[in-house]
């Protein structure tokens, strides 16, 4: 994008601020061909800057996913392993529950679930699994557990409580249900 002229660059941008709300409001399948009526661009203006639903979703996902993953590299030097884990597990469960449409793209196989090209879940699989690797040294979670366990743990809770009238409380309470069974305090 660096290399792009200006008006290109505003397009990209006016295009991923449409995107962002076409997707909160009808999320993973939003409509390419709605964005583009929406940002009054056409259907190849925007893919040429998103070539297709993934890259779309990507752009779309990118900054909160580089943040979650910044926080379980901070999150690596806590005294604690199993709090450190577990509160990075809350963070993205917070996110991904208000974040429509990321569940769906986060499913094994899923849009944004591809190990080759450093899409969103292998991305946080890779930031999150010193997090487990730490907790399981400590005892605090099963030491075969890994980072893309728990990721699929948390989209299966957001995918069940995302027609709840209330569902980020219902996806944390959910979680905390599950790290009793996968973690209890000693």
Known sequence: MAGQR???RRNYAHILAVAEKEVAAHGADASLE?????????SATVRRHFPGRRALLEAVFSDQTTALCVRAGELVEHDDPRAALLEWLDAFAAYVATSRGLATALLPGGIADHEDDGTCAPRLSAAAQPLVRRAARAGAVAPDTTAA?????IVGIVLATEQHPAPEPETARL?????QGISPRR
């Open 6 to 8: 200006a008006d290109a």
């Open 34 to 42: 709605q964005i583009a009526r929406v940002a009054g661009v056409g």
């Open 149 to 153: 366990d728990l990721i699929t743990l």
């Open 175 to 179: 979680l905390a249900l599950v790290v």
